[in-house]
């Protein structure tokens, strides 16, 4: 396979973290303990101070942290004194294969209880908690250490006396708000299994998801604000209710102000007891929630991820790779519906604030989410690629405007980040800031590469895989290899790999997901170059992949070239292998108001196209179209436009309830009866 380009090797990173910043890490502090008391690599005692000895340090870390699992994670669960009921018999259960592995047998423990430990110290009673705004909130709604302890044991005896028990399903179809988080700590604080979808979407889009597992209990909105509009969601959960016949129990949050329907219980009634929170033990591998892939192709999949396995690998993600801590206020831009609110929710198990936002992010204008940013004064920022290019397009300036000196973390996700976007990032937010580009899934509920506080920043490459994390880049034969293109795998087992999907007794669905390709090795899904200086770069997702002549490209390439010009707003490839064996590789744009694809502006895509990146980069055709479909979580749809080109009808190339805007795709299904005509 040969190498797409890749970011020029730069003298200077657009970053490095200063050493005192660098040696106060908790990642440092992790590894001195872990050095003393687990045999990890030491940590220097002088603070580091070139590149290549924090490189070397964090690879030398890294490298122990994979090879020696045991170590590692006993090292994890002692460092933050994770709290076992019942102490585990092993770290990973012999034989530790994938799929399969099983971590931490005989133990128990609880999610919840973790999440509160903040809670039990009397001087964090009155300290901040989360932070909530919505679109019309002039300042942030408090909900304090004390009253979130106090709304999740009163909400979870409530849970109890209406007959819920550990295993059972509770389900929500709410947006990022704070009673959120309580309904989902409090499920776990029973021993329950949460599930959530947001109020976007629609009911069969839910009803997909929520058939499958069949909750007893539904948390539900009657609305929700958004684009400055309220939307009215009373009909969808009505359809829910009857759709749902398993439900025993539906609890009302009255957002728009709504009453309660009939036989429905009051949100506010459940949560204003004063009840100290019962936490139930469970198993390690007790589920803890349900998370869901964007389902394009079928039944959205139903991944159950456990108690114990979240616990362990969000406490190392949030404290270890976002260097969160009590002095935090950590906002992430996500949905209920999406696993980066889950993540969200990570940071109260490090004693940090946690920033709930409900709303658009460009509402009033594009800058509105860097408004609340400033306005939390949010010291870890997180936000979609997507975002930032919005954001360059639109000529903001973030770091002259607000006052955005409280963040010193800027993390990004979703898609990968181009470098125009790092550039813009250093540019426009700030010059002393650490970029955390991360890149994960749903599926690990977690991140495979991501931050590293110790790290420099280069342009357009995150900074490392993550600890327990052992990824490689492979070759069609399953060779590792640097500096080359590959598929991103995992060769060994994570605690937050799905204990399965919901029903899929043998397995049979898990192991085609993810280990058909390399038995025994987890295949992502996702283009990588693992670099020779130890960073990674994201080149887009490997079932989509261009195929001309041999030679396979990444979309995400074209991608950061193209929506670079100016006039073009977002876009989209797809390679088609036709019947007489040719390759067809058009390009939809959508146009930036006001632009026009005339001869010079196709001229243009073309020209950048070739000298950035190859004479095979140049599409066949350049059309544009009024819009993309995306999954509900904001994701092309490459796979479902290609299926539809190659003359798949939709409702089999696609399952309706996964898009955003069906119209976008039906252009498509248009323009391929089109391309049958003689």
């Not at 799905?498 to 283009?527: E, I, L, Q, V």
Request: hydrophobic residues 40%; proline residues 9%.
């Amino acid at each position: 396979m040969s190498t797409p380009p890749t970011p020029q090797d730069h003298p200077e990173p657009l970053w490095r973290p200063a050493p005192a910043r660098a040696a106060a890490s908790r990642l440092v502090d992790f590894q001195r303990w872990a050095a003393e008391h687990h045999g990890a690599p030491a940590a220097p005692l002088a603070p580091v101070t070139t590149d290549a000895e924090a490189a070397t340090r964090y690879a030398d870390l890294h490298r122990w942290s994979t090879e020696d699992l045991t170590r590692f994670w006993t090292a994890v669960t002692e460092y933050f004194d994770v709290r076992f009921h019942t102490p585990p018999t092993a770290v990973l259960a012999e034989p530790a294969t994938m799929p399969g592995a099983t971590w931490f047998p005989g133990a128990t423990l609880n999610y919840a209880e973790h999440a509160l430990r903040a809670a039990e110290d009397p001087a964090n009673a009155d300290r901040p908690a989360v932070l909530h705004l919505d679109e019309r909130s002039t300042e942030p709604a408090v909900t304090t250490w004390s009253e979130l302890r106090r709304q999740v044991g009163s909400l979870a005896a409530a849970l109890r006396a209406n007959g819920v028990r550990p295993g059972d399903r509770v389900s929500a179809y709410l947006p990022n708000i704070p009673q959120a988080a309580v309904a989902l700590l409090a499920t776990a604080a029973v021993g329950a299994t949460w599930t959530s979808c947001a109020p976007d979407f629609g009911a069969r889009s839910v009803l997909d998801r929520l058939q499958q597992i069949e909750p007893t209990v539904l948390f539900a909105v009657d609305g929700y604000h958004y684009g400055g509009k309220d939307h009215d969601r009373t009909e969808v959960v009505a359809e829910l209710r009857r759709e749902l016949p398993t439900l025993a129990t539906v609890i009302h949050v009255p957002l728009l102000g709504t009453p309660a329907p009939e036989g429905a219980l009051s949100y506010d009634a459940l949560v204003s007891s004063d009840t100290a929170p019962v936490f139930e033990p469970v198993p390690f591998d007790h589920p803890l929630w349900v998370l869901y892939s964007s389902g394009t192709t079928g039944l959205p999949k139903a991944i159950v991820q456990s108690q114990g396995g979240i616990l362990v690998e969000h406490l190392k993600q949030a404290a270890l790779h976002l260097d969160l801590g009590p002095e935090d206020r950590f906002l992430w831009y996500t949905s209920t519906g999406w696993m980066m609110w889950n993540f969200l929710l990570a940071g109260l198990l490090t004693g940090t604030t946690i920033v709930t936002y409900d709303g658009s992010p460009g509402h009033p204008d594009t800058g509105a989410l860097w408004s609340v940013a400033a306005r939390t004064r949010a010291t870890v920022l997180g936000t979609s690629a997507a975002y930032v290019i919005a954001s360059r397009k639109a000529d903001l300036h973030p770091g002259r405007d607000l006052d955005l000196s409280a963040v010193r973390c800027l993390g990004t996700t979703g898609s990968p980040l181009p470098p125009d976007g790092f550039q813009w990032i250093y540019d426009e937010v700030g010059s002393d800031l650490w970029l955390a580009s991360v890149s994960g899934g749903t599926d690990v509920c977690s991140c495979f590469v991501g931050g590293v506080p110790t790290l420099p920043v280069h342009l357009g490459e995150i900074q490392a895989p993550c600890l327990g994390a052992a990824v490689e880049s492979w070759d069609a034969d399953g060779h590792p290899h640097t500096d080359t293109v590959g598929e991103l795998v995992v060769t060994k087992p994570l605690p937050s790999m799905p204990t399965g999907f919901w029903n899929d007794p043998d397995g049979h669905r898990y192991h085609d997901s993810y280990f058909d390709t390399y038995p025994g090795t987890w295949r992502h899904g996702d283009w990588i170059t693992a670099t020779s200086r130890g960073t990674v770069v994201i080149h887009g997702r490997s079932d989509s992949t261009l195929n001309r002549q041999g030679v396979r490209m990444g979309s995400a390439d074209i991608y950061e070239v193209v929506e670079r010009l100016p006039e073009i707003a977002e876009s989209l490839v797809i390679g088609l292998e036709e019947p007489d064996g040719g390759y067809w590789m058009p390009l939809f744009v959508v146009l930036a108001p006001g632009a026009e694809l005339d001869d010079a502006l196709t001229a243009r895509i073309r020209t950048s196209l070739r000298t950035e990146l190859s004479p095979r980069h140049v599409p066949d055709e350049v059309i544009t179209v009024a819009g993309l479909p995306h999954t509900l979580t904001g994701k092309r749809l490459e796979v479902p436009v290609k299926r539809l080109l190659g003359g798949t009808p939709l409702t089999q190339a696609v399952n309706p309830g996964s898009v955003d805007d069906l119209d976008h795709l039906r252009f498509f299904e248009r323009l391929a009866a089109t391309r049958k005509q003689p």
